[in-house]
Nanobody
Framework: VQLQASGGGLVQAGGSLRLSCAASGSIESMNAMAWYRQAPGKQRELVARIIIGGSTIYVDSVKGRFTISRDNAKNTVYLQMNSLKPEDTAVYYC?????????WGQGTLVTVSS
C-alpha cells in the first residue's frame, strides 16, 4: 500500500488543521495507522496511533487537542489538530503497520506562527 498525506499548511497559533492520509489500498486490515512528526533538528516522534480495534493513543503534548480517526470505506486516516501551538510546527508523516511491515507516506509540513 502507498500513503499520500495532505492538509498541511501555515496557521496561526490557536488555529486548526486537518491532515489526511489516503491509502492506495484497504486499511481495514492494517494493525495500526499512525501520525508521526519531525521538527527541525529533532527526532521523529509518534503523535497519535489508532489500532485495528479503534483504540487510540496520543503523545502527552497533544492530548486533548488532536484527534486521530480512520474511515475504512475511504481508506483514509485523519488527524484533526485544534488549538495549535508554535511547538507543533513539524513535518507530519503517516504510517501504516501490517504483518508485512511498515509503510511511510511522504511528509506534509505544518507551520504554526505565534
Amino acid at each position: 500500500v502507498q500513503l499520500q498525506a495532505s492538509g498541511g499548511g501555515l496557521v496561526q497559533a490557536g488555529g486548526s488543521l486537518r491532515l489526511s492520509c489516503a491509502a492506495s489500498g484497504s486499511i481495514e486490515s492494517m494493525n495500526a495507522m499512525a501520525w508521526y512528526r519531525q521538527a527541525p533538528g529533532k527526532q521523529r516522534e509518534l503523535v497519535a496511533r489508532i489500532i485495528i480495534g479503534g483504540s487510540t493513543i496520543y503523545v502527552d503534548s497533544v492530548k486533548g487537542r488532536f484527534t486521530i480517526s480512520r474511515d475504512n470505506a475511504k481508506n483514509t486516516v485523519y488527524l484533526q489538530m485544534n488549538s495549535l501551538k508554535p511547538e507543533d510546527t513539524a513535518v507530519y508523516y503517516c504510517n501504516a503497520n501490517s504483518r508485512s511491515g511498515s509503510t511511510w507516506g511522504q511528509g506534509t509540513l505544518v507551520t504554526v506562527s505565534s
